[in-house]
């Protein structure tokens, strides 16, 4: 195609021919419109997987939606950002580009158990998003609109990982027939909403004997915040919890508190339990209070896992102890949304304390001779840094300085919580932590911290977070 002499370096830096750039892609309105819809996929993305990290019992998934929706966050940001540099302003990316669009996730915000959340998350809403991404990347210029490339190229990549957790864990909780029956109906009413929005572009023939299914979403959605788990995380309402007093006994040999230090680790799901409910019930913020919130509660998830792998290492069976919600069931039921960002603030902040917080709990794993538990407590640290930082660009303009917000902190924590004190009643409180040390270490427990608190206290309870 040129006549330019060529001496053999690829030209314009390696991203096209001159064919492939001087073939005009989308203009500038239409690549705006097209990313006006993506984001609001992504932000209502954001807004399912939050819904339904506290109704969905499996562990796995718990934690596969805390990934997903900080994966969400970004992308939504990635695309604000883009627009914002198309001659348009982002005010109006948080209204539904269109009825239709709406209509379809608000139908995907109704489903009913696991099988169907995963349905419509993994078999319609990702794939038709995935599909729109890779023909948007191969129908824009690649030269002209290099900034949107590198968006979409980032996106598709991390939705083909998404998507290949997801059809994987379909499969594994679909097995009965009723519950594969479940999947393709859901997976058909999903798909006849998409449809008659025009698919994620908006852009598709909608079939003119297209009849939709009767809606689900008739009524206002209301996100249910009440932790639940299945199986494996045993009597969740037994609360007799030692694992924050034995790493602090000075009494106690450095293998058990370190062993108590993967076990807080472990339990740290319910912080992502917490938050989830904090994020679905706060709106109007900026998205970028969203993403902030998405990564640390990411964080947190990533936290859990850190002692789901010691534990996995240790060949532990962590089934057979209980691993129970109080900390969030009582926040999410007994305080506001923001009440509990307060409590949340707090903890990060008091973990900050250089000679009982982070610190601490990375040299006792050091004192451990424990290297993988060390490499946790590091990361662990260093996110917690990080944390506090994002409770303090949040709450201040909110609540107040710093220390306005901590004395907030305490009066919210010693007020009397009502389902604390009734799920504690449904089940016996039974200290379990002897018999955790005896099947790890092989020995007979070296501490007797916590040992006579049947049920926490409130403001105990507030700090096990």
């Given at each position: 195609?040129?006549?330019?002499?060529?001496?053999?370096?690829?030209?314009?830096?390696?991203?096209?021919?001159?064919?492939e750039?001087?073939?005009?892609?989308?203009?500038?309105d239409e690549?705006?419109?097209?990313m006006?819809?993506?984001?609001y996929?992504?932000t209502r993305?954001?807004?399912?997987s939050?819904?339904?990290?506290?109704?969905?019992?499996?562990?796995?998934?718990?934690?596969?939606l805390?990934?997903?929706?900080?994966?969400?966050?970004e992308?939504?940001?990635?695309?604000?950002?883009r627009v914002?540099?198309?001659?348009r302003?982002?005010?109006y990316?948080?209204?539904a580009p269109?009825?239709?669009?709406?209509?379809?996730?608000?139908e995907?915000?109704?489903?009913?158990?696991?099988?169907?959340?995963?349905?419509?998350?993994?078999?319609?809403?990702r794939?038709?998003l995935?599909a729109?991404?890779e023909?948007?990347?191969a129908e824009?210029n690649?030269?002209f609109?290099?900034p949107t490339?590198r968006i979409l190229?980032?996106a598709?990549?991390e939705e083909?990982?998404?998507?290949?957790w997801?059809v994987?864990?379909?499969?594994?909780?679909?097995?009965t027939?009723?519950?594969l029956?479940?999947?393709?109906?859901?997976?058909?009413?999903l798909s006849?909403?998409?449809a008659?929005?025009?698919?994620v572009?908006?852009?598709e023939?909608v079939?003119?004997?297209?009849?939709?299914p009767?809606?689900?979403?008739?009524?206002?959605f209301?996100?249910?915040?009440?932790?639940?788990?299945d199986?494996?995380?045993g009597?969740i309402?037994?609360?007799h919890?030692?694992a924050n007093?034995?790493?602090?006994d000075?009494?106690?040999?450095?293998?058990?508190?370190?062993l108590?230090?993967m076990?807080k680790r472990?339990?740290?799901m319910d912080?992502p339990?917490l938050?989830?409910?904090?994020?679905?019930?706060?709106?109007?913020k900026?998205w970028?209070?969203y993403?902030?919130?998405?990564?640390?509660l990411?964080?947190?998830?990533?936290?859990s896992?850190?002692?789901e792998v010691w534990?996995a290492r240790?060949?532990?069976?962590?089934?057979?102890?209980p691993?129970?919600v109080?900390?969030?069931m009582?926040l999410?039921?007994?305080?506001?949304?923001?009440?509990?960002?307060?409590?949340?603030?707090?903890i990060?902040?008091?973990l900050m304390d250089g000679k009982?917080?982070k610190?601490?709990?990375?040299?006792i794993?050091?004192?451990?001779?424990?290297d993988l538990?060390?490499?946790?407590?590091?990361?662990?640290w260093?996110?917690?840094?990080?944390?506090a930082?994002?409770g303090?660009?949040?709450l201040k303009?909110a609540?107040?300085?710093?220390?306005t917000?901590?004395?907030q902190?305490?009066?919210?924590?010693g007020?009397?919580?009502?389902?604390?004190d009734?799920?504690?009643?449904?089940t016996d409180?039974?200290d379990?932590?002897?018999?955790?040390?005896?099947?790890?270490?092989?020995?007979e427990?070296?501490s007797?911290a916590?040992?006579?608190?049947?049920?926490i206290p409130?403001?105990?309870a507030?700090?096990?977070g």
């Amino acid at each position: 195609m040129s006549n330019i002499p060529s001496i053999g370096i690829p030209p314009l830096a390696g991203l096209a021919t001159y064919e492939e750039a001087a073939r005009p892609g989308y203009g500038v309105d239409e690549n705006v419109e097209l990313m006006r819809r993506y984001n609001y996929v992504e932000t209502r993305l954001y807004q399912l997987s939050a819904a339904f990290i506290n109704p969905t019992p499996e562990w796995e998934v718990k934690g596969a939606l805390s990934l997903h929706l900080y994966l969400d966050s970004e992308h939504g940001l990635a695309f604000r950002k883009r627009v914002a540099e198309l001659r348009r302003p982002p005010l109006y990316l948080d209204q539904a580009p269109d009825e239709k669009l709406e209509a379809f996730l608000d139908e995907a915000l109704r489903s009913r158990d696991t099988v169907e959340l995963l349905t419509g998350l993994f078999v319609v809403i990702r794939p038709a998003l995935l599909a729109a991404y890779e023909r948007h990347l191969a129908e824009t210029n690649p030269l002209f609109d290099h900034p949107t490339c590198r968006i979409l190229k980032a996106a598709i990549a991390e939705e083909r990982q998404m998507i290949a957790w997801g059809v994987a864990a379909l499969a594994a909780v679909a097995v009965t027939a009723a519950q594969l029956e479940a999947s393709s109906e859901c997976a058909a009413h999903l798909s006849a909403y998409l449809a008659a929005a025009g698919g994620v572009r908006g852009t598709e023939s909608v079939p003119a004997d297209l009849e939709l299914p009767a809606r689900r979403a008739v009524d206002a959605f209301v996100p249910d915040i009440d932790p639940k788990r299945d199986w494996r995380s045993g009597e969740i309402y037994n609360f007799h919890y030692r694992a924050n007093d034995v790493y602090l006994d000075d009494s106690a040999d450095w293998d058990e508190r370190t062993l108590s230090l993967m076990f807080k680790r472990f339990h740290e799901m319910d912080v992502p339990e917490l938050m989830a409910g904090i994020v679905v019930q706060t709106q109007g913020k900026p998205w970028e209070y969203y993403v902030d919130m998405g990564r640390q509660l990411w964080d947190e998830a990533r936290h859990s896992m850190m002692g789901e792998v010691w534990f996995a290492r240790a060949d532990i069976d962590w089934s057979k102890y209980p691993n129970h919600v109080g900390w969030s069931m009582h926040l999410n039921l007994d305080r506001t949304p923001l009440e509990r960002h307060i409590i949340l603030y707090y903890i990060e902040q008091s973990l900050m304390d250089g000679k009982t917080g982070k610190r601490l709990e990375w040299r006792i794993a050091q004192e451990s001779h424990d290297d993988l538990a060390t490499y946790f407590q590091d990361y662990d640290w260093a996110d917690e840094v990080l944390h506090a930082q994002i409770g303090r660009r949040w709450l201040k303009p909110a609540v107040g300085d710093v220390k306005t917000v901590l004395e907030q902190a305490r009066d919210i924590a010693g007020r009397y919580s009502s389902s604390f004190d009734a799920r504690g009643k449904l089940t016996d409180q039974v200290d379990w932590w002897p018999r955790f040390v005896r099947d790890v270490l092989g020995r007979e427990s070296t501490s007797t911290a916590g040992a006579n608190n049947p049920i926490i206290p409130v403001f105990k309870a507030v700090a096990s977070g």
